[in-house]
């Protein structure tokens, strides 16, 4: 199966297309032709929505190829707007973390300024998005890097994009998807 059906499942599984929830807070659209009989309208609780971003944890060193950045944010950007994704948490990280905060799947793809490409430390990255207030527990994190990293301890549901024929320098405990 290829990679980006893959990550899709993936994110398929712990990144959920939000719900509309029926409420009667909220009128339905048809409401005003029968203005006696009340309709339940549908909408988007803000729980609902927090359920379904993601983080990405994004290595912008120097031993990055661009082709590779340009690829794996495309990617992420059009999985993102295919299945209704409002926003996306977007760490760059090389030596230090650089938080872009959460962007909309249109800015991932064409304006995000990627920041970095000095030596690779992503753990501080990974703490970044565990301490930020801002940012679901439950919420998975993608870590798209090129195996040149350090040992990575992450807390929560996670995955690596990484391009084939590289590895990485630990034993993953989330699944590793290969960048063809």
Do not use: N
Not at 51 to 75: E, I
Not at 89 to 98: E, G, N, Q, S
Not at 139 to 148: F, K, N, S
Not at 172 to 177: K, L, M, N, T
């Amino acid at each position: 199966m290829p990679w980006d059906a893959q990550l899709a499942r993936w994110f398929d599984e712990y990144a959920p297309r939000p719900e509309p929830v029926r409420s009667y807070a909220r009128p339905a659209r048809r409401q005003a032709s029968t203005p006696d009989i009340p309709r339940a309208g549908r909408c988007f609780p803000p729980e609902e929505i927090a359920r379904c971003t993601f983080g990405v944890v994004l290595d912008t060193s120097g031993s990055m190829p661009t082709a590779l950045l340009g690829k794996a944010l495309g990617a992420i950007a059009s999985y993102a707007e295919a299945r209704d994704v409002p926003a996306a948490r977007v760490v760059f990280c090389d030596a230090a973390p650089y938080d872009a905060g959460c962007l909309p799947p249109t800015e991932i793809a064409g304006r995000a300024k990627v920041r970095g490409r000095g030596g690779t430390v992503l753990q501080p990255a990974i703490d970044l998005l565990r301490r930020a207030e801002d940012f679901p527990p439950q919420a998975p994190v993608l870590v798209i890097t090129d195996g040149w990293c350090d040992t990575l301890r992450i807390r929560r549901e996670h995955a690596y994009l990484v391009p084939q024929g590289a590895s990485l320098p630990f034993a993953p405990r989330g699944p590793v998807f290969r960048l063809a």
